[in-house]
């Protein structure tokens, strides 16, 4: 069984659109999106340093973006539950559970980067409020880090499985953490991120995604989606959106996605572009699981392979 994934902020690096847009179609396909939302995305992922597509506001439409011209790529754009080549399951990780959205047929492509760029907007100006941000924590055990965390006011923001932890607060808190690693954590690496996601800093987002979902023409998910709230698969378009908009306020449980993805019977995973944080987390955490990164497109004749091998067959 083949799980689809699509990678969270903090995946993406400057130039990383490059390659894709020389596909065909592609160029214009990514233009025709940069003024439906206007934002360049062409510009910002392809000529863009760092510090501009750390910018919340401009990270998550790009990774969007990304993970749509990929999936296109990959002939794999939706997929219909009797289709031939459909994963058994999607999922994304923080902002690319709207990616995955757009996959499973919940939202069309236009509205799902509408929506990110309203997301983005919206959490930027939360995060301006307060000087926040976000650390790895690699090694140690939930059952001691999840305390220690509390106890210096930080949130453990997502719970990715594997050894990893994201830790969430202010500057002065994750300082505190630097100074005092929990027990049995080897490094505290500060994320590419330009605030304390997926926790209370984030609330005044969710009034405006409230908003901004009332206006979404939804369906129904045409194959298992798997949420980040708590790792169960959704089954009513109104459901995933009403978790879209809270999820920016509340911890990521990839650790629980991926529990679904075994309970499902997972067998093969592709991360859609940019691809390689997810994976290399599958590769810790989901024991002979076949896994592949969309990095390239270098990458798609592999991908399309481990596809036809995993997905469903034709009814």
């Known amino acids: 069984m083949l799980v689809l994934v699509a990678p969270g902020q903090g995946a993406q690096t400057p130039g990383f659109l490059t390659p894709w847009l020389d ?51 990959l002939g794999t754009e939706t997929f219909a539950a009797d289709a031939a080549g459909t994963p058994g399951a999607v999922a994304g990780h923080s902002v690319g559970e709207i990616t995955a959205a757009a996959f499973a047929g919940v939202l069309d492509d236009t509205a799902a980067l509408g929506f990110v760029r309203t997301r983005g907007l919206a959490m930027a100006e939360a995060a301006a409020v307060t000087e926040t941000g976000m650390s790895a924590l690699l090694g140690g055990e939930p059952e001691v880090t999840v305390p220690h965390l509390e106890k210096l006011g930080l949130t453990p923001a997502n719970v990715n499985g594997a050894g990893q932890i994201v830790a969430a607060g202010t500057m002065e808190q994750l300082a505190a953490l630097e100074a005092d690693k929990p027990e049995g954590v080897r490094r505290v690496v500060p994320l590419k991120v330009a605030g304390a996601f997926h926790t209370h800093h984030m609330a005044p987002a969710v009034a405006t995604l409230q908003k901004a979902a009332e206006g979404l023409r939804v369906a129904d998910p045409a194959v298992p989606y798997v949420s980040n709230k708590d790792g169960q698969t959704v089954t009513t378009g109104a459901d995933v959106v009403a978790r879209l908009v809270g999820q920016v306020a509340n911890p990521v449980r990839w650790d629980l996605c991926m529990e679904t993805f075994q309970r499902l019977g997972v067998t093969a995973l592709v991360e859609v572009c940019p691809g390689g944080t997810l994976t290399g987390i599958a590769k810790r955490a989901l024991k002979g699981v076949k896994t592949l990164a969309l990095k390239t497109p270098d990458d798609l004749d592999a991908a399309r392979t481990l596809i036809a091998e995993h997905a469903r067959p034709a009814a």
């Open 23 to 73: 596909l065909p179609g592609a160029s214009d396909r990514v233009a025709a999106w940069s003024e439906a939302i206007g934002l360049d995305l062409v510009h910002y992922g392809t000529k863009a340093d760092e510090d501009a597509i750390r910018d919340t506001a401009v990270a998550q439409p790009l990774l969007v973006a990304a993970g749509l011209l990929s999936a296109s790529a």
